[in-house]
Nanobody, 125 residues
C-alpha cells in the first residue's frame, strides 16, 4: 500500500510563498502520476496541479502562473511551490498518487487511488 505524507503547510500573509512536500513510500509500481488537491470548508475537493510519469504537468486555472508542481528524480517525493498566495488559496492540501503512467483527467480526484492526510494552508489578507 502506497503511503503519502504531506508537509510544509502553514500560515502566511497574502503575497507570500509556501512549498509543500509529499513523501511517498511503499511504491509497488515503476510509474506513478501525482497530484495536489485542496479542500476548503464547505467546498468540494478540487485539483490544483498534477504531474504524470513523463513529467507533463497540469494546473487549475486559478493557480496557473503562481504554483509549480515538481517531483524528484527518484520519484519518491512531489512538491508544490506556491507563490503570490491569496486568501482564497486557504484550504487543506492533499497529495495524491496513482500507479498510472498518464491519467486521462489528472485534475480529477477520482483518478487517484492513494491519498495523504493533508496539510493546512492559511493565507491571511
Amino acid at each position: 500500500q502506497v503511503q503519502l505524507v504531506e508537509s510544509g503547510g502553514g500560515s502566511v500573509q497574502a503575497g507570500g510563498s509556501l512549498r509543500l512536500s509529499c513523501a511517498a513510500s511503499r511504491y509497488t509500481s515503476s510509474s506513478y502520476s501525482m497530484g495536489w488537491f485542496r479542500q476548503a470548508p464547505g467546498k468540494e475537493r478540487e485539483g490544483v496541479a498534477a504531474i504524470d510519469d513523463d513529467g507533463s504537468t497540469s494546473y487549475a486555472d486559478s493557480v496557473k502562473g503562481r504554483f509549480t508542481i515538481s517531483q524528484d528524480n527518484g520519484k519518491k517525493s512531489a512538491y508544490l511551490q506556491m507563490n503570490s498566495l491569496k486568501p482564497e488559496d486557504t484550504a487543506m492540501y492533499y497529495c495524491a498518487a496513482d500507479a498510472a503512467r498518464r491519467l486521462r483527467k489528472p485534475l480529477n480526484r477520482y483518478e487517484y487511488n492513494y491519498w495523504g492526510q493533508g496539510t493546512q494552508v492559511t493565507v491571511s489578507s
